[in-house]
């Protein structure tokens, strides 16, 4: 009865102190595909993806309903940094859900004006600079942007209910809302009680941020960092919630003797959790609830704990067990996004053959598809064709033969004997094709009760294989996982000297996943052995289940912009880079790195082996 009595209480007096109408709400997650549409139509950086902000005590004054009910405290206020445009989880501060819908549109175009990047102007001018010229840009804006102050404007406290300092502030802000570009700057402060201003939902950032730079040191922890393991609650969060955090020094928890006891001193479970981000497999399902309740995460690195780099020690192979290194290495160079500049040398690849792959036959289970893909693809196989008119060949060429008699009857002299012949020419196809698969260690996750991804993809490489057997196409596949930058592994399945045979075969067979997804770099190496063909079309196709990462700096916006690079670097040697994807969320991210023409995704992994030589098929088709 009592909860019930709550209940009934909050509901009332949260509805009665206004600023939050869950009626009228709006979830990011319901529209973050347009904004990331609108965001890169408007010219904003095609890199930036678009994730939830983090929620934030801003301190502001509020009113005594609002006190009342405990509700107004925390905002989460649009940011722009070198990773993601991040916005609220949910919008839901207008009582109208066209107005809240209309906010993360504005919010989408207001992002992508370079003015919300000048961090050496005070936030007021800088977020007033870019308003002016995203309406300047699209005036089209106007009759939203108006509605939208008008309705922020009602929801605020009025400047007659405001110390003098804090009503000094508040006016210069509804001014600059209703008439951006002619306020200079806010009013300073007076009193050490006097408040921030209240937030601007119609506006980036908070007084005081400083740019992200994206100069975080490798391996350091994120300032906004995502809940391990789920847990969430609530549709606004779908997984992608972030949180405020700041680095603290790891506690010294050596010292078990307490001479002084205070219970207020003793660190409970949801304020210090000892996690082991890369290797955790079963993360504690409590603590993303109880971070969404902390205003800030501590991050701290503990040096002390070893279990991380023991495992991945033991996922090293021996060298009696490992692929056998073709050489000392390959340099390769890595693009760095936030340098603008190609760092030569960068990377280490190491070619790897499989040592202990003996020859095998085809599996049972394949025999049948493989029978059926080679019939329909030998109908792409070199033909030989019939050229008329030629000075000698094996048969006559009895058109021209009439028409020669005809002239000659005619008086026409001037023709003679040459072209009464048919010869037969090989007509080849002038086209060869490498696979690259992607081997790392997220492929070994099931997709059925008895296939995992790396099995799916074995399969679609021998299908592959035996396909373009048949078809007489040139083709190499390869694969490829990493340990950082000093370890990128290629793994030489089949070269393109090699016919496909038994030997390949065990290759495939012999195949592991394991490691990290450094894709520049392959993509690198398989461009300029692509690159060595003479045959006109080159086809590089690209296998793989998710982002590039690796355990250093590429596990973020840094991966995806070199993967980016390299594919631009394959495209200018006159190559054809195409991906094909098992990951659902893939036309999140794919369409910056491979254009909105050059992958493919496909939901259901198990149709990966029947698709990929039909989709070669259709990419070969020759006009």
């Not at 209240?198 to 906004?224: C, E, F, I, K």
């Not at 959790?273 to 497999?281: A, W």
């Not at 036959?361 to 893909?373: D, I, N, Q, Y």
Request: hydrophobic share 40%; proline share 9%.
């Amino acid at each position: 009865m009592e909860e019930w009595v709550g209940g009934l209480w909050h509901r009332f007096i949260t509805r009665r102190a206004g600023g939050h109408y869950p009626e009228a709400a709006v979830a990011l997650g319901e529209v973050d595909k347009t904004l990331g549409i609108l965001f890169r139509a408007f010219g904003g950086d095609g890199g930036l993806t678009v994730s939830a902000a983090a929620l934030e005590n801003h301190g502001a004054r509020r009113t005594w309903l609002k006190r009342l009910a405990g509700s107004g405290e925390r905002t989460a206020p649009a940011r722009r940094d070198g990773e993601a445009l991040r916005l609220p989880p949910e919008i839901a501060c207008f009582p109208l859900r066209e107005h809240n819908r209309d906010l993360y549109l504005w919010l989408a175009g207001l992002a992508a004006s370079p003015h919300t990047e000048d961090f050496s102007q005070p936030w007021i001018v800088r977020n007033q600079r870019a308003t002016v010229d995203t309406l300047a840009r699209y005036p089209g804006l106007r009759p939203r942007y108006e509605a939208l102050v008008a309705a922020c404007l009602a929801e605020r406290i009025a400047p007659a209910d405001l110390p003098a300092d804090e009503a000094a502030q508040e006016a210069a802000l509804r001014q600059a809302l209703a008439d951006p570009g002619t306020v200079v700057g806010l009013p300073p402060l007076t009193s050490r009680q006097s408040r921030p201003p209240q937030p601007v939902p119609l506006w980036l950032g908070w007084p005081g941020d400083t740019p992200d730079d994206g100069s975080r040191p490798p391996g350091a922890p994120s300032d906004a960092l995502p809940p391990e393991g789920g847990g969430g609650h609530g549709k606004a969060d779908d997984g992608k919630r972030r949180h405020k955090a700041e680095r603290e020094e790891a506690p010294d928890n050596e010292n078990s003797l307490m001479l002084c006891f205070r219970a207020e001193s003793l660190l409970s479970w949801a304020e210090y959790v000892k996690v082991n981000r890369p290797t955790d497999d079963e993360p504690d399902p409590q603590a993303a609830q109880a971070a969404n309740d902390m205003d800030q995460l501590s991050v701290a690195q503990d040096g002390q704990t070893t279990a991380g780099r023991v495992r991945f020690d033991l996922d090293l192979p021996s060298a009696a067990e490992d692929d056998a290194p073709l050489g000392p290495g390959i340099p390769l160079p890595e693009w760095d996004y936030r340098k603008n500049a190609l760092l030569p040398g960068h990377v280490r690849l190491q070619p790897l053959l499989a040592a202990n792959a003996a020859p095998a036959p085809l599996p049972e289970s394949l025999v049948r598809p493989a029978k059926k893909l080679r019939q329909q693809f030998a109908a792409l196989a070199p033909q030989r064709r019939w050229l008329k008119q030629q000075p000698d060949g094996p048969e006559l060429d009895v058109d021209a033969c009439v028409r020669w008699q005809a002239d000659r009857r005619a008086g026409h002299t001037g023709s003679g004997r040459d072209g009464l012949y048919l010869a037969q020419v090989p007509q080849a196809r002038e086209l060869a094709c490498l696979l690259l698969a992607d081997l790392s260690l997220s492929t070994d996750a099931w997709v059925s009760d008895s296939q995992r991804i790396v099995d799916v993809i074995r399969d679609g490489l021998m299908l592959f294989a035996e396909a373009l057997s048949g078809s007489g196409d040139a083709f190499g596949i390869y694969g490829f996982s990493s340990l950082k930058r000093g370890n990128v592994r290629f793994h030489v399945l089949k070269d393109f000297a090699e016919p496909y045979g038994p030997i390949p075969r065990g290759r495939l067979l012999a195949i592991k996943p394991g490691y990290y997804t450094r894709m520049g770099a392959a993509i690198r190496q398989s461009a300029n052995i692509l690159a060595e063909r003479r045959e006109k079309q080159r086809l590089l196709l690209i296998i793989t289940d998710g982002k590039p990462n690796d355990l250093d700096v590429y596990d973020s916006r840094y991966g995806l912009e070199d993967t980016r690079a390299a594919v631009f670097e394959a495209r200018r040697l006159g190559l054809q880079p195409f991906c094909v994807t098992v990951d659902r969320e893939g036309a999140d991210y794919l369409p910056h790195l491979f254009g909105p023409a050059g992958y493919t995704v496909i939901r259901n992994p198990d149709d990966l082996p029947r698709r990929l030589p039909l989709l070669y098929a259709q990419l070969t088709r020759q006009p």
